[in-house]
């Protein structure tokens, strides 16, 4: 495509990106300009300060990288490449404010399972191709050629109504396990070891400063990737002599989720920000706003925090019941804004074995887990109640306890956030992905099982398990040995 004319940005992961006339017109659509004012790690910046980077920044590289796939699997196919690339720069497209906290509360709370990826349908196909075609107006008659020649060059008319045949080819891409033939481009750039993950870690490690928990060879990677037939399937493989680097992929993605994006003090600025957004769904009408789309590209993580300030500033003109829920929202902000953080009482970890495991059995595991923090929790409280049943005790520590048991629901935070594996086949098999060489495929089980001298990281599943204190009353507790002890360990004093 040397007759186009290309754009670069750079990019402090991949150097210079480049950035062809139809992704150019579509990273300039205000659906994807908004991107810029979302944070990639929302809760993670109160523990890692660098990692400040946005929604925008990693879709770039999404799109970079999806590039670099297609070059390798389909050489020589522009359509393909551009479809891929476009797919990357557009997969994050539905995320709101605070990305993954509000998956987790206003999407969630309005029927969209999967959040971000239902509206990103929503987006994709009924509302991108107008905003590209209304800005393709805009633009100098020297752009408007370009685009409509690179459009006709991959097979699309040079018109504007192909500009949502080409949007609907992206969306089939994204949505590629459930649609035949587009398997392996869907795995190109959001399977286990797509574009998306590659570069969410590789920008994530960067930006976080935690060099030494891992290591991505991208290159590697993909250049030892290929389509193979599996059962009369075209798959995506990857080279069985890549199983280091796969591990090493797959150990760094473990190792982020436990220490940065799960960090105990990440997490407990993530349920903070979870809360507030439950609150501002009703105070700035977020649902409404959500099935507006004109009204969907206001929103932005400062949308949220300034528009609580601004209802927080005017509450002497709310009823009771807002002017009480603004004041809580305002209140989580404050806190926010001076790092005045939950505080972790407890903070261990279950490791369940692959072996124990079936798709029926990861839900009975978490439920079990919850059941055990419950359970902890609980203990705490017939302690506390133990205590105040005593001699013993000062007069204002017997006041304070009091007051903390009357309040005791509204103080403890139980937390089991999402599971996160290091080596698990069922990622791969369900999303079609599979090991090969020369001719004959594996699906990674099979590998595993046919190559058991191959060293591989463990298997399984492990959960987090956090109690959070929305006051902190450790000492007190502390004081009174109130806090019982976890699976016969005590709680390590290092939070503290």
């Known amino acids: 495509m040397d007759f186009l004319k290309v754009k670069f940005v750079r990019d402090p992961i991949h150097g210079e990106i480049e950035l062809y006339p139809i992704e150019s017109l579509v990273a300039d659509t205000r659906a994807m300009q908004r991107l810029r004012k979302l944070s990639q790690l929302s809760g993670a910046v109160y523990t890692y300060p660098g990692a400040t980077h946005t929604r925008f920044a990693h879709a770039l590289g999404a799109m970079h990288l999806s590039g670099l796939y297609a070059r390798r699997l389909y050489p020589g196919d522009d359509r393909v490449f551009t479809l891929a690339r476009i797919a990357g720069l557009v997969h994050d497209i539905g ?32 509302i991108l191709h107008k905003q590209m075609e209304q800005l393709l107006q805009l633009k100098p008659k020297a752009f408007r050629d370009q685009f409509y020649r690179h459009m006709e060059y991959i097979g699309f008319s040079p018109k504007p109504s192909s500009i949502e045949e080409l949007m609907h080819e992206v969306f089939n891409v994204l949505e590629g396990k459930d649609k035949d033939g587009y398997s392996v481009m869907f795995n ?4 286990p070891i797509g574009a998306d993950r590659m570069d969410f870690l590789l920008r994530d490690v960067y930006y976080s400063g935690v060099r030494g928990v891992g290591f991505v060879d991208y290159q590697r990677i993909i250049r030892h990737t290929a389509r193979r037939t599996y059962k009369g399937k075209e798959v995506i493989a990857y080279h069985k002599k890549n199983i280091d680097m796969i591990s090493s992929f797959l150990f760094t993605r473990y190792m982020m989720y436990k220490h940065v994006y799960f960090h105990k003090t990440s997490r407990a600025a993530d349920i903070m920000i979870q809360e507030l957004l439950e609150l501002a769904a009703d105070i ?3 649902p409404e706003k959500v099935k507006d789309t004109d009204e969907f590209m206001q929103l932005s993580d400062a949308y949220i925090t300034e528009g609580i300030r601004f209802f927080y500033e005017n509450r002497a003109l709310l009823d009771e019941k807002s002017r009480a829920k603004v004041e809580k929202a305002y209140e989580l902000l404050r806190r926010l804004e001076s790092r005045d953080l939950y505080k972790p009482l407890l903070d261990t970890m279950k490791y369940f ?17 919850k059941f055990e ?34 309040h005791f629901d509204e103080i403890f935070i139980a937390d089991v956030p999402y599971y996160i594996t290091v080596f698990d086949p069922r990622e791969f098999t369900a999303n079609d992905v599979f090991i090969y060489d020369t001719d004959k495929v594996w699906s990674l089980s099979e590998y595993l099982e046919e190559e058991s001298e191959q060293p591989v990281l463990m298997h399984g599943v492990v959960y987090l398990l956090r109690v959070y204190l929305r006051k902190d009353i450790r000492n007190l507790l502390v004081k009174y040995n109130i806090i019982p002890s976890y699976g016969g360990d005590n709680v390590p004093s290092t939070l503290w």
Not at 353 to 369: C, G
């Open 95 to 126: 995320h709101g404010p605070f990305s993954h906290q509000f998956d987790d509360t206003v999407y969630h709370a309005m029927g969209l399972k999967r959040g971000h990826d239902d509206y990103r349908e929503k987006l994709i196909l009924e």
């Open 188 to 191: 190109m750039v959001q399977g």
């Open 284 to 286: 700035l009408k977020l």
């Open 353 to 369: 074995d692959e072996s124990e495991l079936t798709k029926k059995t990861i839900v009975d595991r978490k439920d079990m887990v």
């Open 373 to 406: 923090i419950q359970a902890f929790i609980g203990k705490i409280k017939e302690n506390m109640e133990n205590v105040l049943s005593s001699v013993g005790i000062e007069a204002e520590d017997r006041q304070e306890l009091s007051d903390i048991l009357e």
